[in-house]
């Protein structure tokens, strides 16, 4: 096919072009030639966003809130997705084919950068260490991903010319995460990336966060420890003076804990709809992404307490006098939210526990099936204008990660200290809970336990949550369970969020029972189609 399409376009430009002699030597109008490209400044602009734009997948806002319902944090009903594979783990080697992340697209166009790159001119050596830089680390990213998701990866810092050459197998994840180590410890000893760069650029404290990431999750807390001080030293990074939903509002997008974000916008290229995470009646929207019962449960109560421990708890109103972040991220029954506060037409508030609602679980496909919706990062739908056609921002790293990173590490290796009680505390006074009790938390498994909770509820919504199950080795406990539906009655009464109150069932019925296979859900499976194409890589274990 792509012999006929070239030969159809020669004729018809052959049919059209006049009898000049310089017709042969007219430049292509579909892609850039080496000769004319790779000189000047300019071009490097170019090239480096190109490389910025591999970071679409998967660190844009739609794709990292999906990747929570790979955890015990969210549901996603609809079987298209696949996610909800990913979730109950069912995945196929088959299956998994909306969002393939076994791709090299990423990495070769970083990649292609290196290569060329030293033929442009550029006005000082900084600038093109700079860029450099910027293209190592946002290959380590991609790269990275690919690696936890998939464990052993075909990598290269070459350039394949041909289909034939880029047939290679598939190098151990511990070689990869030994580059990614060196290459990002190279980047932040050699300082070329700036203190601070213009919206979605990278920039040094982005280079010590993605490192501490990578340090935490294998466990090497010392290294953890270290980057996460050079970040809160800095003086850079600070918790915003403001709520936790106001934090996460589009206005607020570029507020000072956010230390890194992938640029999401229309002029851009990105547009999306956040109408798919909307509820049904109201919005007509999908409900595409729900919480679980589970994550409802993790939410402390406002006085600091967790549910079986503070006596006011009551379950069957489990949403009132909790952790302010419960009622910034979550829509659930009774909550008077954006078209849901007109109490002339929703007198009750989200009808999502009400038969015959069109947010009743049963009602239809695109209700909401655990009686509770997302709604961080668009807790104002006013600022999107059309939800059907939007953009927004996602903050891949922010300050709220390093503080209780530094603390779970120094907690790893039973430094307990004050330094400790004091990050855990920067991130519960912006959302408006009390202070760590020290006398409670004073031992390791008790801080391990409010640390690993802590980074549930100030993290979900952002892709993280299945990194920690699996790292803490707890995936195999937390996600066989059901995605229990909910029932109940919303009540007259007004509670002091300004919501009604309801009086839930005891839970009894579920949309499913997920399953989790040690030893082969850790990893997802390699795509049929890429072993079919490429003999030489192999399948992930149990697929």
């Known amino acids: 096919m792509k012999y006929i399409k070239i030969l159809a376009m020669s004729a018809m430009a052959l049919a059209t072009a006049s009898c000049s002699e310089d017709f042969l030597d007219r430049v292509p109008t579909d892609s850039l030639s080496s000769n004319i490209f790779w000189n000047t400044e300019n071009d490097a602009d170019l090239a480096l966003t190109g490389c910025y734009r591999q970071l679409y997948s998967p660190y844009r806002p739609e794709e990292m809130w999906f990747w929570d319902s790979a955890s015990d944090n969210a549901f996603c009903f609809h079987n298209n997705k696949d996610y909800r594979a990913i979730g109950n783990g069912s995945m196929a080697a088959s299956g998994v084919s909306v969002h393939n992340y076994f791709t090299y697209t990423q990495i070769r166009t970083c990649?292609?950068?290196?290569?060329?790159?030293?033929?442009?001119?550029?006005?000082?050596?900084?600038?093109?260490?700079?860029?450099?830089?910027?293209?190592?680390?946002?290959?380590?990213?991609?790269?990275?991903?690919?690696?936890?998701?998939?464990?052993?990866?075909?990598?290269?810092?070459?350039?394949?010319?041909?289909?034939?050459?880029?047939?290679?197998?598939?190098?151990?994840?511990?070689?990869?995460?030994?580059?990614?180590?060196?290459?990002?410890?190279?980047?932040?000893?050699?300082?070329?990336?700036?203190?601070?760069?213009?919206?979605?650029?990278?920039?040094?404290?982005?280079?010590?966060?993605?490192?501490?990431?990578?340090?935490?999750?294998?466990?090497?807390?010392?290294?953890?420890?270290?980057?996460?001080?050079?970040v809160m030293n800095s003086g850079t990074y600070q918790m915003p003076a403001m709520s936790y939903e106001q934090s996460f509002l589009k206005a607020?997008?570029?507020?000072?804990?956010?230390?890194?974000?992938?640029?999401?916008?229309?002029?851009?290229?990105?547009?999306?709809?956040?109408?798919?995470f909307f509820p049904n009646a109201a919005y007509g929207g999908w409900s595409s992404l729900v919480p679980t019962i589970s994550l409802l449960n993790s939410y402390e109560t406002i006085n600091g307490l967790t549910i079986d421990e503070d006596p006011t708890y009551n379950p069957e109103n489990p949403f009132v006098n909790r952790d302010p972040r419960l009622r910034a991220s979550i829509l659930y029954p009774g909550q008077h939210w954006d078209k849901y506060a007109d109490t002339e037409t929703w007198p009750q508030g989200y009808p999502s526990i009400i038969p015959g609602s069109g947010d009743y679980h049963s009602d239809a496909n695109n209700a909401c099936k655990t009686g509770m919706n997302f709604k961080k990062f668009y807790s104002?739908?006013?600022?999107?204008?059309?939800?059907?056609?939007?953009?927004?921002?996602?903050?891949?790293?922010?300050?709220?990660?390093?503080?209780?990173?530094?603390?779970?590490?120094?907690?790893?290796l039973g430094q307990i200290d004050a330094t400790v009680y004091d990050a855990i505390n920067q991130v519960r006074e912006r959302a408006g809970m009390p202070d760590v009790d020290q006398t409670k938390y004073a031992t390791q498994d008790k801080l391990r336990e409010l640390i690993r909770r802590e980074r549930r509820v100030e993290f979900v919504y952002e892709g993280l949550r299945r990194w920690d199950i699996l790292r803490w080795g707890i995936a195999k406990d937390v996600m066989p369970e059901p995605i229990w539906n909910m029932d109940g009655t919303i009540l007259p009464t007004i509670n002091a969020e300004g919501d009604n109150d309801v009086k839930l069932e005891p839970y009894t019925t579920y949309e499913e029972i997920r399953q989790f296979t040690a030893g082969r859900n850790e990893l997802f499976p390699v795509p049929q189609t890429v072993i079919d194409n490429n003999p030489l890589i192999s399948q992930n274990p149990g697929y």
């Open 111 to 230: 990649n292609e950068y290196l290569a060329n790159e030293n033929t442009i001119k550029f006005n000082s050596n900084e600038k093109r260490e700079q860029y450099r830089d910027e293209v190592r680390m946002l290959r380590a990213m991609s790269l990275y991903f690919r690696v936890q998701t998939y464990g052993d990866f075909p990598f290269s810092e070459d350039v394949y010319e041909t289909i034939e050459e880029s047939k290679v197998g598939r190098v151990p994840a511990a070689e990869l995460y030994t580059y990614i180590k060196k290459e990002m410890e190279d980047i932040c000893s050699r300082k070329y990336l700036p203190e601070t760069a213009a919206a979605g650029r990278l920039t040094i404290g982005a280079a010590r966060a993605f490192l501490m990431r990578v340090y935490l999750y294998l466990g090497d807390y010392n290294n953890t420890i270290k980057y996460a001080q050079e």
């Open 380 to 412: 104002e739908p006013s600022e999107f204008g059309d939800i059907w056609s939007c953009d927004r921002n996602f903050p891949i790293f922010r300050y709220a990660e390093v503080l209780l990173s530094y603390a779970e590490a120094k907690m790893e």
């Open 252 to 276: 607020n997008q570029y507020n000072s804990e956010v230390i890194f974000s992938f640029e999401h916008d229309k002029p851009g290229g990105f547009g999306m709809w956040v109408a798919e």
